[in-house]
């Protein structure tokens, strides 16, 4: 030390010693810090935090000695089976306050810490260096075993409460903060539920393991969680009851909840030697458990709630694609009734809900039912997919093989063949005509349709699937008879409110499918049509053209075959209305189509008419692509035919001509006879046309076509081969002789009258509407055309004659063209012809008397002939008495009919000819 005055050095040594005066005051406050940590770790130990001290009245001794330490560590070594025991037996509190017993006696004898006294304890007892070690790990083995417990719906409430105690008092957290644990746990849980690995459980089980977590989850939140703040419930906070009789001092408790070690001071020497800080042991929390706002709880509920929701519409949804029909859906939903009708939930759920969420929720409507109605719906449309994708395959199938089809090439050979199946069941007559189904009907109802075995089957395929489909929905829509006779009481949710939204669905979706198989069908009918306009008249393609032709006719009879052989279609077009009205099955039997009922129309039309209206539509533009593709061959045939001018042709379409012999007075009153030759028949190509035209429309069933079809025929026909002959007139007016055209003679002209009325008068079909003026005028002034080359004299002659011979023609050719005649229009008159010769009747004996049918009318006897009389004189001398007395019988029931009115069926049909029959 080195200073100028004396001075300077005194000041330094000052500073010296102050300097040593104030560290030694530094290093006895640290030590006096050290020792006070120590007094206070003792003292938290010893009697935890925040507790009361014992009255010293009333406080025992405690003994501080050797076998004080000893009482200690002989329960500290007991610790880890007790522990172990509470575990095995569900009891976590229970095991979580061994615990907190076992560090407070580590704490209080401070094992913990580099003491003397803990070094002389571990000395007097070196079983103690591993003992804290062997008990440290249970605070982990306590805390999993509380969070499975918080996992598992099905503990009871008390349980869930213990274990979210001893997690409260393990962790030393808040109820705020368990109570997010809590519904941490659940999630996890409703997550388990859906893990893809779950032996032995059944997808309603895992639905209805779900459903039940949330409904119980939503009952412990209340019973563990929720506070009446109001305090004039009687509810009560179960948490908060549970750590208050936990943590309170065990001076105020009773029984068992007095102590931890109650049964053990009374049961061991030792513990008479346990100081009170461990007899009188409590947990203490290390903040105040208060209880959780209403606002919280609700709005964590509700975000669980909306959690849980996202989670179910993922798993559940991924689960519902194993449900393939909705008969399954139907178990599941029933299960689901079952378990929220039990008592548990049915009691206090509404209360339970407005206090947890302040609202009421239905755990049917908010988690499961929109995942029901979107697999349902999924469902159907895929069953209706698959319905319209195999009708389309098969009736692309049928095309490509309709040559090989006999019944499909010609349905007159099917119609006529008579099979085993014809006859229908006898069964079918014990059932009402509206519960009859078609296939009932037997194979003579499919043939009076035209309904050949393939379009039988077709329809069969789309009838079955979807009645299947009905049957599958019905499960699911259809109250059963409890519910209407009102035995069953109200549930916790209406199992059929989406009856009308499913019913609603199947009707739109079978709405489209049916669209998507007529807009196959438009296609083929297009291809067809464009493949036929395209393809030229020659005999090379005659066979490709019948092949299209018998495609187009397929697809025509296969939409009729849909409106009628279809029965469940019609049930799914009717949707809602099929609940109140009942197939019209009467319509199937006997009915022609086309044929409207008489009766009430509704306003609007159903679903079911719009789709028959469709089916109508494409069966008529099928119908219209055979008809004017035939009437076009046959008239360009029939056009050849006539206008061929080579002597083969001429000697090939000629016809016998009738010779008459009329009496003619002359003007000195002389009666001259002379002979006139007139048609008696229709010329060849005509009546070869016409009996073509017949066969084709047998062919293809021209009974049950649509009547509007054939009549288009028959008139595009007929009008084609009137401008057939308009042409010939034209062309001998003009007089091309480029053409070859042949003279236009008076006999000619007499057999192109003939044959057009008898063109006219045979193919009377055509309808009543603004084109039948048109067509008479036309038709007249062809008929005006041919008499102008007539000599008026002679036509005047012949007009009689011609008139009586075209009647009779007309009634011989009317069984083999009868279908070219319009049923309500009939093709010749009732009136007797009169004719210049004798025409012997068939005279029919009848039987005297029957039993259920009236007396036929015989033949009228009409006079003029004289030829008649004898043949019937002739008949009565070989007729045996009793005949002759059936005859006069006859003849007087047929004078007593003809004196009444002309109403009578024997004034309508006893004047009728049969001479047609000659």
Not at 487 to 511: H, R, V, W, Y
Request: hydrophobic share 35%; with cysteine; proline share 4%.
């Amino acid at each position: 030390m080195v200073g100028e005055r004396y001075r300077d050095l005194i000041e330094a040594a000052d500073t010296i010693s102050n300097m040593r005066n104030c560290a030694e005051n530094i290093v006895s406050a640290v030590q006096r810090m050290q020792e006070y940590c120590t007094d206070l770790q003792k003292s938290h130990m010893t009697r935890g935090l925040n507790t009361n001290k014992p009255k010293a009245t009333k406080e025992r001794k405690i003994p501080t000695g050797f076998y004080g330490i000893a009482s200690q560590i002989k329960l500290l070594v007991d610790m880890p089976e007790k522990i172990w025991s509470a575990i095995e037996d569900g009891k976590l509190l229970r095991a979580t306050q061994f615990f907190l017993l076992s560090r407070h006696i580590v704490s209080s004898l401070q094992l913990d810490a580099n003491t003397q006294k803990s070094a002389q304890i571990l000395s007097w007892f070196p079983i103690l260096s591993r003992q804290w070690a062997a008990i440290s790990h249970f605070k982990t083995a306590i805390l999993q075993s509380c969070r499975s417990v918080l996992k598992d719906s099905k503990m009871s409430e008390k349980n869930t409460a213990e274990a979210l105690c001893s997690i409260l008092l393990l962790e030393d957290s808040s109820p705020r903060q368990v109570f997010t644990e809590f519904l941490l746990a659940r999630k996890s849980a409703v997550q388990q539920f859906f893990h893809p690995y779950q032996p032995g459980s059944s997808i309603k089980s895992q639905v209805s393991g779900v459903i039940e977590m949330i409904c119980t989850t939503i009952q412990q939140i209340y019973a563990v969680f929720y506070h009446n703040e109001d305090g004039t419930a009687e509810h009560c906070n179960l948490l908060l009851q549970i750590i208050q009789e936990v943590t309170r001092d065990s001076k105020t408790g009773s029984g068992d909840n007095g102590s931890i070690l109650s049964k053990d001071i009374g049961s061991g020497t030792f513990a008479k030697y346990l100081p009170s800080s461990v007899t009188e042991f409590r947990p203490v929390l290390m903040t105040l458990a208060s209880p959780i706002s209403a606002e919280y709880l609700q709005k964590s509920c509700q975000e669980w709630i909306d959690t849980c929701i996202r989670d179910i519409n993922i798993g559940v949804g991924k689960l519902f694609t194993y449900v393939t029909t909705i008969k399954g859906l139907t178990g599941i939903r029933d299960a689901l009734w079952e378990l929220l009708c039990q008592e548990k939930y049915a009691v206090t759920w509404k209360t339970v809900c407005t206090c947890v969420l302040n609202k009421a929720l239905s755990p049917w409507d908010e988690f499961i039912r929109p995942l029901f109605l979107t697999r349902a719906q999924s469902i159907i449309q895929g069953v209706l997919d698959s319905t319209g994708d195999g009708s389309q395959r098969l009736i692309g199938q049928a095309l490509k093989d309709i040559d090989t089809l006999p019944s499909e090439c010609n349905v007159a050979a099917y119609i006529w063949i008579e099979t085993a199946n014809d006859a229908p069941n006898t069964s079918i007559w014990s059932t009402s005509l509206a519960n009859r189904t078609p296939t009932e009907g037997g194979g003579l109802y499919m043939k009076s349709r035209a309904f050949t075995p393939r379009t039988q089957s077709l329809s069969s395929m789309m009838d079955s699937k979807l009645k299947s489909l009905l049957e599958d929905v019905a499960h699911y829509t259809t109250v059963d008879e409890n519910s209407k006779q009102g035995e069953t009481p109200i549930g916790p949710f209406d199992k059929f409110a989406d009856s009308n939204n499913l019913l609603i669905f199947l009707q739109m979706a079978c709405s489209k499918c049916v669209d998507r198989v007529l807009q196959y069908v438009s296609n083929q009918l297009t291809d067809a049509g464009t493949a036929l306009e395209g393809m030229k008249d020659s005999e090379e393609n005659q066979d490709s053209k019948l092949v299209l032709l018998n495609r187009v006719l397929f697809l025509g009879r296969l939409c009729a075959a849909f409106c009628d052989l279809t029965p469940s279609l019609q049930k799914c077009m009717l949707g809602l209305q099929a609940k109140e009205t009942k197939a019209d099955q009467s319509r199937l039997f006997g009915r022609r189509p086309g044929r409207q009922t008489k009766g009430k129309t509704t306003s609007e039309p159903t679903e079911w008419d719009k789709t028959k209206a469709l089916f109508s539509e494409y069966c008529d533009k099928a119908y219209c692509v055979w008809t004017k593709r035939k009437s076009q061959d046959l008239i360009e045939r029939f056009t050849d035919k006539i206008l061929a001018n080579d002597g083969n042709t001429a000697l090939q379409v000629a016809t016998g001509w009738e010779e008459i012999s009329i009496q003619e007075e002359t003007e000195d009153g002389r009666t001259v006879t002379s002979t006139i030759r007139l048609p008696v028949q229709a010329s060849w190509y005509v009546q070869s046309t016409l009996c073509k035209l017949c066969e084709e429309i047998n062919r293809v069933g021209g009974h049950a076509i649509p009547r509007s079809a054939v009549q288009e025929l028959i008139t595009s026909t007929s009008d084609g081969m009137i401008s057939t002959y308009e042409q010939i007139v034209e062309d001998n007016k003009k007089g091309d002789k480029s053409k070859d055209c042949v003279p236009l003679t008076q006999p000619r002209a007499l057999q192109f009258l003939f044959d057009v009325k008898f063109i006219n008068t045979l193919m009377s079909g055509r309808k009543d509407n603004s084109n039948t003026e048109s067509h008479s005028i036309r038709l007249q002034n062809l008929i005006d055309l041919f008499e102008g080359y007539i000599d008026p004299f002679d036509l005047d002659v012949f007009t009689p004659h011609l008139q009586s011979n075209l009647t009779r023609h007309t009634m011989r050719c009317a069984v083999l063209l009868g279908a070219l005649s319009s049923p309500d229009r009939p093709t010749y008159s009732h009136r007797p012809v009169q004719t210049g010769h004798h025409e012997q009747h068939n005279v029919l004996p009848l039987t005297p008397s029957q039993g259920r049918f009236s007396l036929l009318p015989l033949s009228t006897t009409h006079t003029g002939y004289g030829s008649n009389q004898s043949l019937l004189s002739k008949q009565q001398q070989l007729t045996s008495p009793s005949l002759d007395s059936i005859t006069r019988s006859s003849v007087k029931t047929e004078e007593s009919h003809a004196n009444d009115t002309g109403s009578s069926l024997y004034s309508k049909l006893g004047s009728f000819r049969s001479s047609w029959l000659s």
